[in-house]
């Protein structure tokens, strides 16, 4: 919502301009509209990008590394080699979704030119940029972004994402804290609805958020954009808990191809993304899936080691 | 409805609401519930969100929209809920429309899927190509004339996300709408609304408008169809 400036105070008109950019938005918004409901699945190669589109995934994301080996690994993690996500873009038929550093606005013009279907512009990724994230209003692509809370949303709504996920805490196999993510930006959503408009001025400074984009969110009683969570989920318990607290959808990372049996812990998943409110099924799709990731305790994680905070 | 039902036991109950199932294994289907209650205010039509077998029951709904998605992810969940002979069988008899991925799946024959083909509902006579103008980067929006729905001097706003095409219209499908010029991959007139009977395909995504045209002219045809 742009401010009505009044007619002709100056000789600026650029109403042929915003027409365009909606229009752009609706297209990039809209595809994440079609993914609701469904599951996104991380992938290093062709060979796991086929297991996950015949398991039912919506999309992949390519990357080099699953989340849980970059932290393993330690280093600089960069975008994948965009050979790599072409091999994997052309085994699927679904959506290729790829990974760029937080304010690394050339990673994603190489992958908006090798034809990405979708931008993550990822936190488990290394940060090349402390301050500023990349103005996603400038491309064609559309971008999915994090968040811990609503803020934070907001921001990267308002920078252009058509897409939110929460954090979560990627490759740790642990969801306590994409169901904290997810618990905090409801809360919030909450209060601003139940704010007066003079106290919804404040709360937008105090969460750094566009008060246009609040009032929106306050108004709807949920993010203007399709929201999935991220960051933790490793059964299908932990994807159906994700959509009971009301996401639109589930990133599985590591948890998926860090198990004993990648199939079916993925057929499984879609699953219960789908019938989640459903204890019959979901019993049914929880049986003998062999090993889960190990998964991390988030206690013993260092304050160096968690991603979710990258992101300003 | 809000409309008191007749009083008298007989002839009209053309006030009857039609019932419309919407298809939620996964995709944009809350757009269409929500279209639906929209046009609920001034158009007999209730709807709901069918997941199961079930679900999918002439008695309990007149009606089924399957609605945009990954066709791919959407026959993959629904042959493994079970669901889809009961799909089989409801888009034989009654009245369906599917939107982008919806359409895939009635039609009886696609291209460009996935390696080792993906199920379809084999009920609209029509040869789809999945995303057939390209990347996401392709998508488009453009304003469509359909026959029936939107004349030329007040086109329907077509949202292509990812879209296919009609290749092949059988000898029984009406094509309603094409979409013209360079878009991706395409050049030229294709087809992206038809029309077989109680059978309702188009390439593009009606939900993701505030336009109720084609939801009100399937509700419509639906009627028809069932003679409510």
Redesign the interface.
């Known amino acids: 919502m742009p401010f009505n400036t009044p007619a002709n105070l100056t000789a600026h008109d650029d109403a042929a301009a915003e027409q365009k950019r909606a229009?752009e938005f609706?297209?990039k918004a809209?595809?994440a509209?079609?993914?609701?409901?469904?599951v996104i699945m991380d992938v290093i190669n062709a060979e796991q990008a086929?297991i996950a589109?015949?398991?039912?995934?919506?999309?992949v994301m390519a990357l080099e590394r699953v989340p849980a080996d970059i932290r393993k690994d330690g280093g600089v993690a960069r975008m994948s080699d965009p050979k790599m996500i072409k091999e994997i873009q052309a085994?699927?038929?679904?959506?290729v979704m790829a990974k760029v550093r937080i304010g690394h606005p050339v990673e994603a013009q190489i992958l908006?030119h090798i034809?990405?279907?979708?931008i993550d512009e990822s936190e488990v990724l290394t940060p090349a940029d402390d301050v500023h994230h990349i103005d996603k209003h400038a491309f064609?692509?559309?971008y999915v972004c994090g968040c811990r809370n609503l803020g934070e949303a907001l921001r990267r709504i308002n920078e252009g994402a058509a897409m939110i996920r929460t954090k979560g805490e990627a490759g740790t196999g642990n969801v306590v804290e994409a169901v904290r993510h997810a618990r905090q930006l409801f809360q919030d959503i909450r209060r601003a609805q139940t704010m007066t408009p003079d106290e919804l001025y404040n709360f937008a400074k105090e969460i750094g958020a566009p008060y246009d984009l609040l009032k929106q969110t306050a108004k709807l009683g949920r993010l203007p954009v399709v929201t999935f969570s991220a960051g933790g989920v490793a059964t299908p318990a932990d994807a159906a808990l994700m959509m009971q607290l009301g996401m639109d959808g589930v990133f599985v990372g590591s948890g998926i191809f860090k198990s004993g049996d990648p199939m079916k812990r993925a057929?499984a998943i879609?699953?219960a993304v789908?019938?989640f409110n459903d204890p019959k099924?979901l019993a049914e799709v929880s049986e003998d899936l062999g090993e889960a990731m190990v998964g991390i305790n988030i206690d013993t994680l260092p304050e160096s080691q968690k991603f979710a905070k990258r992101g300003w | 409805m809000t409309t008191p039902a007749p009083t008298s036991t007989t002839a009209n109950n053309s006030t009857r609401p039609l019932r419309v199932g919407v298809l939620?294994?996964?995709?944009?289907?809350?757009?269409h519930l929500y279209m639906l209650q929209r046009l609920g205010q001034t158009v007999p039509v209730e709807a709901c969100i069918v997941?199961t077998a079930a679900e999918l029951d002439p008695a309990q709904i007149d009606a089924l929209i399957i609605p945009?998605?990954?066709s791919?992810?959407m026959a993959?969940?629904a042959e493994?809920?079970g669901c889809l002979d009961a799909l089989r069988e409801f888009v034989h008899k009654q009245p369906t429309w599917g939107t982008?991925?919806g359409m895939i799946l009635l039609s009886t024959t696609a291209t460009?899927?996935?390696?080792?083909g993906q199920n379809l509902l084999g009920a609209l006579d029509i040869t789809v190509q999945?995303?057939a103008f390209?990347?996401?980067?392709e998508?488009?929006?453009a304003p469509l004339t359909i026959d029936g729905i939107a004349p030329a001097d007040q086109p329907f706003e077509g949202?292509f996300?990812?879209a296919p095409i009609v290749e092949v219209a059988g000898p029984h499908v009406q094509v309603i709408g094409k979409v013209d010029g360079d878009h991706g991959l395409q050049h030229g007139e294709r087809i992206v609304a038809v029309r077989q009977g109680h059978l309702l395909g188009t390439s593009f995504?009606p939900e993701?408008t505030k336009d109720l045209r084609v939801h009100a002219y399937f509700v419509q045809m639906a009627r028809e169809a069932l003679g409510l």
């Open positions: 229009q609706t297209l809209g595809l509209q079609n993914l609701k409901g469904g086929r589109e015949e398991a039912g995934a919506v999309a085994a699927v038929t679904i959506p908006q034809g990405i279907d979708y064609k692509v559309p057929k879609v699953q789908t019938h099924v | 939620g294994l996964q995709g944009a289907y809350t757009e997941k945009g998605g990954e791919t992810a993959l969940v493994r809920s982008c991925a460009q899927t996935k390696q080792g999945r995303n390209g990347k996401q980067t998508s488009f929006i949202i996300i990812r995504h993701l």
